[in-house]
């Protein structure tokens, strides 16, 4: 596949994906066609969704990189890069706790203006058109 038809399989951008591969967070090396034109396989799109999902859900690209360099290497890592994805989950555990409090703060003040508009505002007249 080409980069185009990756950028739209991903819904990335071609600047990021030439952006990830030089930062080097693609699992294997880009290869080249005709003319040095890159071309991807359908692992390097599961592997950029993964990624995806990971840049998505907060993770810093060093860390990216970190786990990707472990992938890569194989046998042998699986403790480290399961030490990195537990250590993501819990982040986000803590994100989605933090997210939980500003939503009930936020239900609580949307409930107070509802009920100060509910107060102050006018009765309608009998037999008006709402």
């Known amino acids: ?14 600047d990021t994906l030439r952006f990830y591969e030089r930062e080097g967070i693609l699992a294997n090396p880009v290869r080249r066609g005709p ?3 890159r071309r ?7 592997w950029l969704n993964m990624c995806i999902v990971l840049r998505g859900s907060g993770m810093p690209i060093p860390a990216i990189r970190h786990y990707t360099e ?9 403790r480290e890069r399961l030490a990195i994805l537990r250590e993501h989950k819990t982040r986000i555990a803590g994100q989605i ?6 939503m009930d703060l936020i239900g ?7 009920d100060y508009l509910a107060e102050s505002e006018p009765e309608p007249e009998p037999g008006a058109i709402l």
């Not at 596949?1 to 071609?14: D, K």
């Not at 472990?70 to 699986?78: D, I, P, S, Y």
């Not at 609580?108 to 509802?114: A, P, R």
């Open 1 to 14: 596949m080409s980069i185009g038809e990756v950028a739209a399989r991903t819904g990335l951008t071609i």
């Open 35 to 37: 003319g040095g034109r």
């Open 40 to 46: 991807y396989a359908e692992h390097d799109i599961a």
């Open 70 to 78: 472990l992938a890569r290497a194989g046998e042998g890592t699986e």
């Open 97 to 102: 706790a933090q997210l939980h409090q500003c």
């Open 108 to 114: 609580y003040k949307i409930g107070v203006y509802e």
